[in-house]
């Protein structure tokens, strides 16, 4: 197994248009719905298969019809589910997404499961399995956050799984420090964005928060700027990498594509810088399509792009 991803799954439904909310006893009609699978587990799960990496998942799901969907989505991508734990109480998490008719996007969202995850729930064999660990979702999941995730990196570690994070933006949370903190020392790789590592590092510059975030632990820092690109730090390396030039359509899962770009170039032993350029690419696909990963092209199409595609500059 080349991935084990460990965090947050959701149910979510698109409704469009919908351009106002009806008062009570009230009735209006919408023309389009769609169900997709969310959460950055499987996200990020799901990009790495269309990748040709070898991937399994690891969260939270309720004994529900949408509990049952997103196990079944796993498993039509090829990922192993078998590491899915089942609430029998809570219910899935769920995302009523609401598309207005000029495409803008209000969000309706029940935690579910994935706030009753906790360590008890994490089958240690699965993810000892694989090469890496990547922890997705930290700072959404409220059980498992903080201390119970520093247990489960430090036992991966010691099991020889390289361990790795990502984050999730929570405007409830002023300082994500002392949830993060206890995880950073059993960290290989951090990789969040640039709204939650200046929550954890206490600033805005890039170059002063791989640094700190690097003293307190992590052998690599990688931080997602949305659409200027990435800024990676580690290994004695240290750049800025440009975004590449393409129309943005919907920036969903754009994160978790590039973390799964990121770490299949680390599994193939390349550079962080080409790691990131290779994950800029297929965040440039995923933001291309409607959806979270529906834009994610094989392995061979996204370096085919690579080499014809413009970087901004």
Request: charged content about 20%; proline content about 4%; overall charge negative.
């Amino acid at each position: 197994m080349d991935v084990c991803c460990l965090g947050i799954l959701v149910a979510d439904a698109f409704g469009s248009p919908i351009d106002e909310v009806p008062p009570p006893n009230s009735l209006r009609l919408f023309d389009h719905m769609e169900l997709h699978i969310g959460g950055c587990a499987a996200n990020a799960g799901i990009a790495m298969a269309k990748l040709g990496l070898q991937t399994s998942v690891v969260g939270k799901v309720g004994n529900d019809t949408f509990g049952h969907f997103v196990v079944e989505t796993l498993k039509g991508h090829g990922i192993d589910p078998s590491g899915v734990a089942v609430d029998p109480k809570a219910s899935t998490s769920f995302t009523f997404v609401i598309v207005g008719s000029d495409g803008q996007r209000r969000f309706l969202h029940t935690m579910g499961a994935n706030a009753t995850l906790c360590e008890e729930d994490i089958n240690l064999e699965i993810v000892k399995q694989a090469k890496i660990l990547h922890v997705a979702g930290t700072m959404v999941m409220p059980t498992f956050d903080g201390e119970q995730t520093a247990h489960i990196l430090q036992k991966a570690r010691a099991a020889g799984v390289t361990t790795c994070m990502d984050t999730v933006f929570n405007n409830r949370v002023a300082d994500y420090l002392p949830i993060i903190g206890p995880c950073l020392p059993h960290l290989d790789m951090f990789l969040p964005s640039i709204e939650e590592a200046e929550r954890v590092a206490g600033t805005s510059d890039p170059k002063e928060i791989v640094r700190r975030l690097h003293d307190k632990g992590v052998g690599i820092v990688a931080v997602k700027l949305g659409p200027k690109g990435s800024y990676v730090f580690g290994n004695g390396e240290e750049a800025y990498v440009p975004s590449y030039r393409v129309k943005c359509v919907d920036t969903s899962g754009a994160g978790d594509c590039w973390v799964a770009g990121f770490l299949l170039g680390r599994l193939k032993g390349w550079t962080l810088v080409e790691s990131a350029r290779f994950g800029n690419a297929v965040a440039a696909h995923c933001v291309q399509a409607f959806g979270c990963t529906a834009g994610v092209r094989d392995f061979a199409a996204t370096r085919a792009f690579q080499v014809t595609a413009q970087t901004i500059a």
